[in-house]
């Protein structure tokens, strides 16, 4: 038997979740996120789904953006940690790709490395996030080595990045936006501040460039919350299929280091995926999973290859049929919750085990 579980993308929906984003920044250009295989997505044919309705790709290493160069994207691609010797500049600059540039080695690298066109830069700022970026009171010295480099194109692109846009109610994203106007306001550029928590939040913070991540795929970036809330469609729908009806007695345990018991004479599910396919190990018993539409629950411990599901809600359930573990009807938000985890996390740990479809 091949491996049934499947991850069904729905590009439809990508694109109305696109549509919905650039119905809140209507004058914005959208710096779409790939990253991570557009966060499990598929990244290559995410971008050729989204590249006439969106402006440029955003990525984190230029193996990424090299992907989508040799799949034929032709959108500017955004390399989000930009280079990390001469060689990765040299890459970007021929294949026209974009570059963040975030401290002063690069600049040091953008010195010493003769370029054959103009680099575009993305010149990032810390304001509060403390990862990357030139701190506040680096920016006017950072910015005028960019500014005075013949080899970088102009305008600049200035950005930063939330750290707890979120939460409607934390002044932290009030106090980096005051920052990032404060250390700008002298400056010309071409501003990108939103993120997905932000656009969705923080209006304050549009600016002429946003850059959607998570929402694109109809999930949303705030706890307690669900992508219907706003308005936004599951773009992933995973399933797989029952490859086992057992019928158990009272007492009897299922899974590794028998952790659940049947209270009662009753069925239960074995489904064919597991931690192998990208399906959290720590997920509860009492995670919600579909059978034909039906919400049960797992129960005892995720394995590599299976994970089991109580069958009493639906004691008519048979080999093969459909089991959807997150997706259309099942938001990954809430399977998430019960995982201790996070939407984003759970999309980034599909493996290459799990086929995908996509349909448009």
């Keep these: 038997m091949s491996n049934p579980a499947t991850a069904h993308i729905d590009l439809q929906a990508l694109h109305y979740n696109l549509a919905q984003i650039k119905k809140l920044t209507p004058q914005a250009k959208i710096l779409a996120m790939v990253k991570s295989n557009a966060y499990g997505h598929g990244a290559v044919p995410i971008a050729k789904s989204l590249e006439n309705s969106i402006n440029a790709f955003g990525v984190i290493f230029v193996k990424e953006a090299l992907a989508l160069h040799a799949a034929g994207i032709k959108k500017t691609i955004v390399v989000l940690t930009g280079f990390f010797d001469s060689e990765e500049l040299t890459t970007i600059n021929e294949l026209g790709f974009s570059t963040v540039v975030h401290n002063f080695e690069q600049l040091e690298i953008l010195a010493k490395t003769k370029l054959n066109k103009p680099l575009q830069v993305w010149f990032k700022i810390d304001t509060g996030m403390?990862?990357?970026?030139?701190?506040?009171?680096?920016?006017?010295?950072?910015?005028?080595?960019?500014?005075?480099?013949?080899?970088?194109?102009?305008?600049?692109?200035?950005?930063?990045?939330?750290?707890?846009?979120?939460?409607?109610?934390?002044?932290?994203?009030?106090?980096?936006?005051?920052?990032?106007?404060?250390?700008?306001?002298?400056?010309?550029?071409?501003?990108?501040l939103p993120n997905s928590s932000a656009i969705l939040q923080w209006p304050e913070a549009y600016s002429e460039w946003v850059?959607?991540?998570?929402?694109?795929?109809?999930?949303?970036?705030?706890?307690?919350?669900?992508?219907?809330?706003?308005?936004?469609?599951?773009?992933?729908?995973?399933?797989?299929?029952?490859?086992?009806?057992?019928?158990?007695?009272?007492?009897?345990?299922?899974?590794?280091?028998?952790?659940?018991?049947?209270?009662?004479?009753?069925?239960?599910?074995?489904?064919?995926?597991?931690?192998?396919?990208?399906?959290?190990?720590?997920?509860?018993?009492?995670?919600?999973?579909?059978?034909?539409?039906?919400?049960?629950?797992?129960?005892?411990?995720?394995?590599?290859?299976?994970?089991?599901?109580?069958?009493?809600?639906?004691?008519?359930?048979?080999?093969?049929?459909?089991?959807?573990?997150?997706?259309?009807?099942?938001?990954?938000?809430?399977?998430?919750?019960?995982?201790?985890?996070?939407?984003?996390?759970?999309?980034?740990?599909?493996?290459?085990?799990?086929?995908?479809?996509?349909?448009?």
């Design 211 to 360: 850059r959607p991540g998570i929402t694109m795929y109809g999930v949303s970036p705030i706890a307690d919350k669900i992508g219907a809330d706003f308005g936004l469609k599951p773009v992933m729908t995973l399933t797989s299929r029952l490859i086992a009806v057992h019928q158990l007695k009272k007492g009897e345990t299922v899974g590794y280091g028998s952790t659940w018991a049947c209270p009662e004479d009753m069925p239960v599910g074995i489904i064919s995926i597991g931690y192998g396919d990208g399906y959290p190990r720590n997920t509860r018993s009492g995670t919600p999973i579909l059978i034909n539409g039906l919400r049960c629950n797992s129960i005892g411990r995720v394995a590599m290859d299976m994970t089991a599901v109580d069958l009493r809600p639906l004691p008519n359930a048979k080999v093969g049929d459909i089991a959807t573990m997150w997706g259309n009807k099942l938001p990954i938000e809430e399977v998430a919750q019960c995982s201790g985890s996070i939407a984003y996390e759970l999309f980034c740990r599909m493996t290459q085990r799990v086929h995908y479809e996509y349909t448009v």
């Design 130 to 192: 403390h990862r990357l970026g030139f701190q506040p009171h680096e920016v006017l010295r950072a910015y005028q080595l960019l500014q005075d480099n013949p080899q970088v194109e102009k305008p600049l692109h200035l950005m930063t990045h939330f750290s707890d846009a979120d939460e409607i109610t934390h002044a932290k994203t009030l106090k980096q936006l005051a920052c990032f106007t404060s250390v700008t306001k002298d400056l010309v550029g071409i501003k990108c």
